[in-house]
């Protein structure tokens, strides 16, 4: 079974840029996260995808932060503009559904790590 | 107050030590608990569930004190490929299921 996929691997870009990151969950996973985790801390949600409906957007910084999950499946993440404490790794996970049980259990992708200089 | 909370390490430990990570937790409607594995530069994989009974993995122990809401991970006959950060989760499934991480304890088994 294929994992979650995630792009690019690195990137590097200068304050105020902007940048995009790109997630393929694992097939026929409804739910889709993107997590934040900045060196020596633990992942930290973004938001929460329900098939194509969010779920949980409360600790997404909306001033410059941005995520879409059209059809239910990919799902795109965008920083704009970008900030020196945006330095971090994006992490997406996926899972079949919401609630208890295996189901719930969270697959992570190899995740995008972003240095804004 | 950090809603998970874990010792900070890092813990440098011989082989076949045996070592512990607490985790203790602030939201007592927290219902399910659970033990992450990150290798350096890689993503966080499960490596265990905890219960309130206390849980066995070979060499691995998890046990969960809900009225004192906290949380352990005993590792005996540490092994060189255990080297790692452990991540404490909790998850309240009224607030969506999001994944609650503990900041990591980060071990390093020495030969």
């Known amino acids: 079974e294929a994992g979650v996929a995630q792009s690019p691997r690195y990137k590097i870009i200068e304050k105020r840029q902007s940048v995009a990151f790109w997630c393929n969950p694992i097939s026929g996973h409804a739910t889709l996260y993107w997590y934040q985790q900045i060196l020596g801390q633990g992942p930290k949600l973004l938001i929460q995808f329900q098939n194509n409906g969010v779920v949980d957007d409360s600790q997404l910084p909306k001033d410059r932060f941005s995520a879409e999950r059209l059809k239910g499946v990919d799902s795109t993440l965008k920083i704009q503009p970008a900030k020196l404490e945006d330095s971090a790794v994006y992490l997406c996970a996926s899972s079949l559904d919401i609630g208890s049980g295996s189901s719930y259990e969270q697959y992570f992708g190899p995740g995008t790590r972003l240095t804004v200089t | 107050r950090k809603e998970v909370e874990q010792d900070p390490g890092p813990f440098n430990v011989p082989e076949g030590a045996t070592v512990a990570f607490n985790c203790t937790y602030s939201?007592?409607?927290?219902?399910?608990f659970f033990w992450y594995r990150q290798d350096c530069r890689k993503e966080p994989k499960l490596l265990m569930s905890?219960?309130?009974s206390g849980n066995e993995d070979g060499r691995f122990t998890a046990q969960l004190n809900r009225a004192s809401q906290y949380i352990s991970l005993l590792i005996r006959d540490s092994k060189l490929s255990d080297s790692a950060t452990y991540l404490c989760?909790?998850?309240?499934?009224?607030?969506?299921?999001?994944?609650?991480f503990g900041q990591g304890t980060e071990l390093s088994v020495k030969p």
């Open positions: 939201n007592s409607a927290s219902q399910s």
């Open positions: 989760v909790v998850i309240n499934y009224n607030q969506g299921g999001k994944l609650i």
């Open positions: 905890v219960y309130s």
